[in-house]
């Protein structure tokens, strides 16, 4: 193979390899161009190339990490997919110049890939991708890349094992610190969404272990919208790491920094200010993108202008429009405590049928400890979700297990969908026990939630870390409830980040039914053995 002479000012990069062996093997990922060839654009084919910068006289990866971040629908998801099927199957690794002096790749001798899901359950944006596009490869080109296992199917796939050594997994917070050391290559999908100790943590771990083979020359890949200011996720993180190295406060660790943002627009009900917006910040994309459409979703009454701009226009927003702090929320977690039984409890209810999530939250009225007394979850893949129904029978049975265990004194549910399971609960235990709490209501809820919020601030509020709960708490954000307290001034109620969103609040909303129930039987004096109202056997 031919040597080149050494000149450390040349670009060279295997990034031109990459975009070519994708565009050869790889479609489209699921959506409405599902198994369409895929073609890299000039923008993204741009961030390709920086990622594969080799050091002109070893030939070294010079990008440890890389940042790419785009507006929502850029497709960032599909690209992290085709980089992870590059870095397992393709020529990734410099091995030498060719005649012509350009840089030669060869596969990773044993590519461990993992591939970042903030939720358990869920495979995440980028695995779904990968899937897809290594079914199309398996079928069109099956004889050049033996051996390569799936699973049962692509739609069903956990795991995906490559003949002579190698993996892809996807990988959540509890299972990410699990066979660690063997990365080549980690994929973490929309990290303003990290946000909770434990997917910071996870975020740490992989990265950590990303150092350990250095002959592999393993990096990693965040991708993301911009994230919330001081919420502290890792998007956050590596934004202010990003600006301490351009600073010169400290050393470039070999990180690529993509971002592209939009220009203010001080109306965003102007189209004369928000479309040339959209157009700059979704680059090549625009063209086929439907902007007009995108500034309508910008402009829906239930979304936050924050949170557009966040999402559409990729620029920083504030951590205002969260509902409660996901931080102080961890620092309350207190999972040694066990609620003895035949103590005074409430409880709270907040369900769903098909879709969302049905989550049944106790609270002790003796301290105010929190806990998940049942949670069930829709799974995330459409196909799976769409025949998927609460089990209604496994509710009932959590709600009958608390009442066995402890003096179950007062139940908040929120009825929709659930009317008469909520009215057979009241016939059981007795309607003054089992009261239909309607959340829609947005005075009465304003002030549940403020409520709530003010036991997190101040510390009477403890709970048993419940990953789920946590996640619902982190994922509410306010919506202006129109309507005003006693001093005037404006309150919120909660709903999710956008009404599409997979990030469900179920659990935040029977955590603060539980709180108030505990706070209405307290005013009536259950906790000092007022009248129970409590069914017996």
Not at 315 to 334: H, K, V
Not at 356 to 364: N, R
Not at 379 to 388: G, I, L, N, S
Request: aromatic share 10%; glycine share 10%.
């Amino acid at each position: 193979m031919a040597r080149r002479k050494a000149d450390p000012e040349r670009f060279v990069s295997l990034g031109f390899t990459a975009i070519e062996w994708i565009e050869h093997y790889l479609c489209h990922g699921p959506g409405d161009v599902q198994g369409q060839p895929l073609v890299i654009d000039d923008e993204m084919a741009a961030f390709i190339v920086k990622a594969y910068r080799l050091d002109p006289l070893t030939g070294r990866r010079r990008v440890n990490r890389a940042f790419l971040s785009r507006p929502k629908g850029r497709a960032k998801s599909e690209l992290a997919g085709a980089l992870v099927c590059f870095e397992a199957l393709g020529p990734c690794r410099f091995d030498g110049w060719d005649a012509d002096g350009e840089p030669v790749g060869r596969e990773q001798v044993y590519p461990f890939i993992r591939c970042m899901a903030t939720e358990e359950g869920q495979a995440g944006n980028t695995y779904d991708n990968v899937t897809a596009m290594l079914e199309h490869l398996v079928d069109s080109f099956g004889p050049e890349f033996p051996g390569i296992d799936l699973g049962r199917n692509a739609q069903t796939s956990s795991r995906i094992f490559i003949e002579g050594g190698g993996e892809i997994v996807p990988s959540t917070a509890s299972s990410a610190s699990k066979d660690g050391g063997k990365e080549t290559f980690g994929v973490f999908d929309e990290t303003h969404l990290y946000v909770l100790p434990e997917t910071r943590a996870m975020h740490k771990t992989v990265r950590r272990n990303l150092v350990k083979r250095k002959a592999a020359e393993p990096w990693s890949l965040e991708t993301s919208t911009m994230y919330a200011v001081g919420e502290k996720s890792v998007a956050e993180a590596t934004h202010q790491y990003y600006e301490a190295v351009k600073a010169g406060r400290m050393r470039d660790g070999g990180l690529l920094f993509d971002h592209r943002q939009g220009p203010h627009v001080e109306d965003l009900m102007d189209d004369a200010q928000l479309l040339p917006a959209l157009e700059y910040v979704y680059g090549d994309a625009a063209s086929w993108m439907d902007l007009e459409r995108i500034a309508a979703d910008m402009r829906e009454p239930d979304t936050d202008p924050a949170d557009a701009r966040r999402y559409f226009l990729n620029q920083p927003g504030t951590a205002s429009a969260r509902a409660f702090d996901a931080g102080r929320w961890a620092e309350l977690a207190n999972s040694g405590f066990i609620v003895p039984a035949g103590d005074a409890i409430a409880v709270g209810f907040d369900g769903a049928k098909w879709r969302d999530s049905t989550v049944l939250v106790g609270t002790h009225l003796r301290t105010g400890h929190q806990w998940v007394l049942g949670a069930w979850e829709a799974p995330v893949r459409d196909d799976e979700a769409e025949h998927w129904e609460v089990p209604d029978a496994e509710v009932d049975a959590a709600l009958e297990g608390a009442f066995d265990r402890w003096r179950v004194v007062r139940v908040y549910a929120d009825p929709p969908y659930w009317e008469d399971r909520v009215a057979s609960w009241a016939g059981r235990w007795g309607e003054k026990v089992v009261v239909s709490w309607w959340t829609h209501r947005p005075r009465q809820m304003a002030f549940a939630l403020r409520a709530y919020r003010t036991a997190m601030t101040d510390g009477s509020l403890s709970h048993d870390g419940d990953p789920l709960l946590g996640r619902h708490i982190a994922n509410a954000v306010k919506r202006d409830a129109r309507v005003r307290d006693d001093d005037g001034k404006p309150m919120w109620t909660i709903q999710k980040d956008r009404h599409d969103s997979p990030r469900k609040i179920d659990g935040a909303m029977a955590g603060c039914l539980s709180w108030e129930a505990r706070r209405d039987a307290i005013a009536a004096g259950l906790d000092r053995g007022g009248e129970s109202w409590v069914w017996t056997a």
